[in-house]
């Protein structure tokens, strides 16, 4: 029986110190039937160089140069609309998969005929690669108890467009992925999750006071302008989400 195809898409910008990793960790998959759509958003450095020679190596590995810098949301936008598989699954240019990472999620999403699914995954810290904490995920999710926290980490989320269609990403710089989740579950009851850490998401050293305020500032953006909530909808949620938060990464 023939296998269904994933689609896997990755946003890139300036990911030469990674984007090799990533992609191993792609041709690493037991599951075999997959195409991987790399979308590069304008790159100064070496990136696209670094690419090339998987896409010569391996047909299922596609890219584009996007003409000007235009954020992840394009970006991810572009390779939906090129995407021939029927699974849509989303990983970024300097995160990683576990070789089963594929295997085990589609194995669950057709067996159980799910639409959008997600796993647990392992934080990494970029400086010294070592393993800062694993994040566990509650085994399902509907679009109200999402708006209180965005707990489907983008590297381990896939969606059956058999069921909803070619879904994308609403246009905004941050908390895009969060967007394509909530519209995903304004048609489908929930989503559903193998609590198992099959990721690694590699934490930048950036500054994370910094990063917490930007991202609330774009949730915020996100209830208000994308989803539409009402202030005090808006800010029901947003204090479940500033709570979460701290909980979170304390």
């Known amino acids: 029986m023939n296998k269904a195809t994933v689609t896997i898409v990755t946003p ?5 110190k990674f984007i ?24 100064t450095d070496n990136t696209v160089e670094l690419i090339e020679p998987y896409a010569q ?42 070789p089963q990472k594929l295997e085990k999620q589609i194995t669950f999403m057709q067996r ?6 997600y796993t647990g995954y392992y934080r990494f810290e970029q400086s010294t690669d070592q393993i800062k904490d694993e994040i566990t995920v509650p085994l399902k999710v509907d679009y109200h108890e999402l708006l209180k ?17 070619k879904v994308t990403m609403p246009l905004i710089r941050k908390r895009q992925d969060f967007g394509l989740w909530l519209k995903i579950l304004k048609e489908v009851p929930y989503a559903y999750a193998i609590n ?7 934490i930048h050293n950036d500054s994370i006071s910094s990063n917490k305020i930007i991202s609330s500032q774009y949730n915020w953006k996100l209830y ?15 204090a ?3 709570y979460r938060s701290l909980l979170k990464y304390k």
Do not use: H
């Not at 949301?73 to 990983?91: D, K, P, S, W």
């Open 12 to 16: 890139s910008y300036n990911s030469e």
């Open 149 to 165: 926290q965005n707990i489907i980490g983008c590297l381990t989320a896939v969606y059956d467009t058999k069921i909803v269609g």
């Open 196 to 202: 198992e850490p099959l990721a690694y998401y590699r």
């Open 224 to 238: 208000r302008e994308v989803e539409k909530l009402p202030w005090y909808k808006a800010l029901y949620y947003f």
């Open 20 to 43: 090799a990793q990533t992609i191993e960790s792609v041709l690493n998959q037991t599951y075999r039937e997959w195409e991987m759509i790399i979308v590069d958003d304008k790159s």
């Open 240 to 242: 479940w989400y500033t």
């Open 57 to 98: 190596k391996d047909k299922r590995i596609k890219y584009i140069v996007l003409e000007e810098n235009s954020g992840p949301a394009v970006a991810r936008n572009r390779a939906i609309e090129e995407a021939q598989g029927r699974y849509i699954a989303f990983l970024d240019a300097d995160d990683l998969w576990m």
């Open 112 to 117: 159980e005929n799910i639409a959008l699914s």
